[in-house]
């Protein structure tokens, strides 16, 4: 039982790992002004995909280091969190290197699903023990 128990927070944590890597080199932003806008402060600096990424794979984290989250739970927002990865890199490529504004949004859509996707994992009755809180 130990070490499937093992198995189940090692890959998670190699995932974490390699997908951090994978994307650590990005520097675009999301949104390239927040002027005019009427809902953010013009001081207010919008992260960037590589940002926002490296923050969901933290809360990833923190929910299976606090028992939050399940190794199910783990798994499957791992592999949305890989799925995101690979297409930005997908888009990168096709583009020399860059996004275009239409595929930012996109991606930025993904990610905002994929961070209520993290909230609810971590705030339903499912724990780590396999019990209800």
């Known amino acids: ?5 093992s198995k189940w927070i090692v890959v ?10 994978a994307l650590g080199q990005d520097t675009s932003s999301t949104g390239s002004s927040t002027q005019g806008s009427g809902t953010t402060k013009s001081t207010q600096k919008q992260p ?4 926002r990424k490296e ?4 809360r990833i984290a923190n929910g299976v280091k606090s028992g939050q989250l399940t190794a ?6 791992e592999s949305k969190e890989a799925a995101i990865n690979g297409e930005t890199r997908a888009d990168r490529a096709a583009n020399g290197g860059k ?7 996109q991606i930025n859509k993904e990610q905002n699903a994929a961070s209520k996707n993290i909230y609810n994992k971590k705030h339903n009755a499912n724990t780590q023990a396999g019990t209800k809180k």
């Open 99 to 105: 996004l275009t504004q239409s595929e930012k949004k």
């Open 48 to 51: 960037t995909i590589a940002e």
């Open 1 to 5: 039982m130990s070490s499937k128990l």
């Open 72 to 77: 199910g739970e783990t798994s499957n927002l």
């Open 12 to 21: 998670p944590a190699a995932v974490l790992w390699f997908g951090s890597v």
């Open 55 to 58: 923050n969901q794979q933290d």
